[in-house]
Every structure is written in C-alpha cells, then in structure tokens.
C-alpha cells in the first residue's frame, strides 16, 4: 500500500481536493483507514436514524460536522416497511399496512414521531458533540433546544418546524443567529405556532438576522414592526401569510434596510391593509418575487405594489388570477428593470404590452409557460422594445416562434443583447 508512506494530514489535503470532497464518494470503501479520513471530511449531513445520534457512532464517524438537518430523523420508521416512500413536506415515511390505516397523511406522520424525551435527549448528545455546529435543521423541542443554543455558540442558520413562542424563547442564547426559518401551524401535523410576542423575543434577541422566512404564523403589525425596527441587518424576508391578521402590510415599511422581498402560497396577501397614506414604502427593496399566490385580493395586491414601488425586479410564478387588470396594477413600479413572468395563464399580450412600453427602464424580461400570450398578437412596438433588452427570454408556450421573427435584431450575437 504505497498510501501508507503518506501521513494523515497530506492523505486529506490530497482527498479534499478530488471532486466532491465533502460528499460520500467511492473512496471511502477503499480501506478502513480512509473511511475514517472520509469522515474527517465530511461537514454536511441530513441524519435518518435517530438510533444513530443517541448511540455515539455520528459523533465518532463524523466528528467534524457544521451542517446537521434532523427533520427526517424526528420521525420513526417502522421495521416492517417497503419501497414505496409517502414524502409530505420535510418528511419521507415508507408506507406500510398501519400507515395506510391512518390517513390523511399529518395524523400519519405523528403517529410515527418520536417522544419528546428522546428528542431532548438526542439533542443534548447532539450539543455536546458538536459545539462547532453552523447550521441545523430540527423539530421544535423547548428544553433540548435551549441546550443546543448554550452548547453551540457559532450556530448562525437554523430552520425550525413546529415554531412557538416558547421555542423562540428557547433559542435566546443563540446571539449569532443569520439565516433563520421558521415554520409553525401550515397543517394539522403542527400543534403550535408563534405570534406577535415571539417575533418580539425574536427581534429584541437577534438583531444580526440577514434572511429570514416566516411560515404559518399568527403575525400581525406588531411582529412585522418589531423585526423592522431591530433587525437592522435583515436584507431578505419571505413569508406566507396563512394566518397572518390583517393590517401588516403597513410594518414592512419600518424594515428599512430589506432588498428582497418574497410571498409564497398566499391565498389572502392583506384583507384590510388600511388607509394608503398610513402604508409608507420600502425605501431599499430592489426585488419583489411572489410563488404561488393568489393575486384576486386585489386590495392587498395594491397596497403590497405600493409599498413596493422602488423595486427594481419583478417576479411572478405560478399565481392565480394575475389578469391583465390586476397586472396593470404593477405600472405604479415605474424603476422595473426586470420583469419575470412563469405560468401566469390568464395574462395576455397587451396586458403585458401596456407594462412593458410603461416601464422606460426595463432592461430584462423573461416569459415562460404563459399560454395566453401568443407570438401572432406582438405588435410591432412590443417587438422594437423586445430588440433593445439586454436580457430577453421569451417561451410563452410550447409553440412559440418568436426567437426566429427576431432574426437581424442584434438580440442573442456575441457583444449584443442577451438571448435564451
């Protein structure tokens, strides 16, 4: 074995630097010797046995972890499973006779949860053998997770499902926290959720937080505006406004340093987002992105653009009832340099020929899956417009020939305009 003349330390620099160095590759099962070098390496794991952590061997096998998500491994799986996985939400759980038994799917995975006295005590396993410990994804335990913020001071990204207020208490002695994520009552699985006074905590406590994501929670003015006012750092904020009360459209303005902004699966942005004068608007926000929303609120839809309104990209994907109505709403973001269009259906060729010939400084526009708008109904106005962006991606559909009409434009050369 000519590796044998090579120390340890010369053995990992050389791993480290083959392609995939941190992840399970074939090298590992060429002795015993660099399977525990493999080990040494690794920094990054997703943990399905809960058995695993309490016993010691994640600890002695992987000794240098930063990165741990125990979302899958709060869930037991039964002995007696088979191949076919049932995956709902952060969770994969083979089906079984009992399983299927047990439906709808949230009562299925409870059913299958561990106590919460393993929990803690794998969490303070956990805390003691990795104090070097970055990032962690886990389900909410209040006394466990108390120990892990005392036993992991460089934690800096947490995501945390089955969020309370309690459990954001918990976390107080986590002060280098960043990336945050925090997801409380979405189903029926989810027992718990956060409000208003665990925004509080959360603002008061970790005034560094850059990204946050707000998922399920009983939100209202007050929390937006406490994380506004003392989270002088936080540059992105996603949210899903399922149990969000009304009037907290009107907080975002006190978050004056956010660049990025994202709605995801909102089925009501605002219901009574009150008086336009009292909304303010974001001075420093530069992108606007909304997923899966459903855009029929109008007035809430409005009083988001408005608040809104310096931002310089643009972005909807997969949302209901963005008709052309509801898009000429978006005009009144005049500074729009990026417009993103993906599977808005109901949208059609001159509603977004009216955006687009409003906005003077438009410089990127991309179109995808949007079957309402055809290549036959571009104008040619649209079409001189579309020559002079720098960036352009435009496949409304499947049968889409415009990318061929533009042949002679400059769009898509080498030292011209951008083309997909």
């Known amino acids: 074995d000519l590796t044998a003349l090579l120390t340890d330390e010369i053995l990992l620099s050389i791993l480290a630097r083959l392609p995939g160095g941190s992840s399970p590759y074939p090298c590992s099962l060429v002795c015993k010797r660099w399977l ?3 080990g040494l390496l690794r920094r990054s794991l997703k943990l399905h046995e809960w058995s695993y952590l309490e016993s010691g061997r994640l600890k002695a096998r992987f000794p240098n972890l930063t990165d741990l998500d125990l979302t899958q491994a709060s869930v037991l799986v039964p002995r007696n499973c088979s191949a076919v996985l049932l995956t709902h939400g952060s969770y994969t759980l083979p089906l079984t ?3 299927v038994d047990i ?3 949230e009562r299925c995975i409870q059913e299958h949860e561990l106590s919460p006295a393993a929990l803690d005590s794998g969490l303070k396993i956990l805390g003691d053998s990795f104090s070097g410990l970055q990032r962690l994804s886990l389900k909410d335990i209040e006394a466990g997770l108390a120990y892990v913020a005392r036993s992991c001071p460089m934690l800096q990204e947490l995501e ?9 208490t918990a976390m107080s002695a986590c002060r280098h926290l960043q990336i945050v994520r925090l997801v409380g009552l979405v189903t029926e699985h989810y027992l718990g959720t956060f409000t208003d006074i665990g925004l509080t905590v959360l603002a008061n406590r970790f005034s560094r937080i850059v990204k946050l994501e707000l998922m399920g929670c009983e939100a209202s003015y007050h929390g937006i505006a406490a994380i506004g006012q003392c989270c002088f750092m936080l540059e992105e904020l996603t949210l899903s406004t399922k149990g969000f009360q009304r009037g907290w459209i ?3 303005s006190k978050c004056s340093c956010l660049k990025k902004l994202c709605l995801v699966s909102c089925r009501n942005i605002d219901v009574d987002p009150g008086p336009p004068e009292y909304l303010g608007h974001c001075s420093a926000l530069d992108c606007l992105k909304l997923a899966k929303c459903d855009l029929r609120d109008r007035l809430g839809f409005a009083a988001l653009l408005s608040v809104c309104r310096n931002v310089r990209e643009l972005e909807f994907n997969d949302c209901w009832g963005l008709e052309d109505e509801t898009f000429s709403m978006a005009s009144k973001c005049r500074k729009t340099r990026l417009l993103s269009l993906e599977g808005c259906s ?3 060729t001159s509603g977004l020929e009216a955006a687009v010939m409003a906005w ?3 410089q990127r526009l991309r179109v995808t899956f949007c ?3 055809r290549d036959s109904e571009v104008s040619p106005a649209l079409a001189n417009c579309f020559a002079s962006l720098k960036e352009f991606k435009w496949r409304p559909d499947t049968r889409s020939l415009l990318a061929a009409s533009l042949a002679g434009t400059g769009v898509g050369q080498k030292g011209g305009r951008f083309f997909k």
């Open 36 to 38: 525990r070098l493999h």
């Open 97 to 99: 006779p009992d399983v």
């Open 103 to 105: 439906f709808p799917v």
């Open 160 to 168: 945390l499902l089955q969020c309370t207020d309690e459990a954001l």
């Open 250 to 252: 009107a907080a975002l």
């Open 346 to 348: 109901l949208l059609t």
């Open 360 to 362: 003077k400084d438009l």
């Open 371 to 373: 079957d309402s708008i």
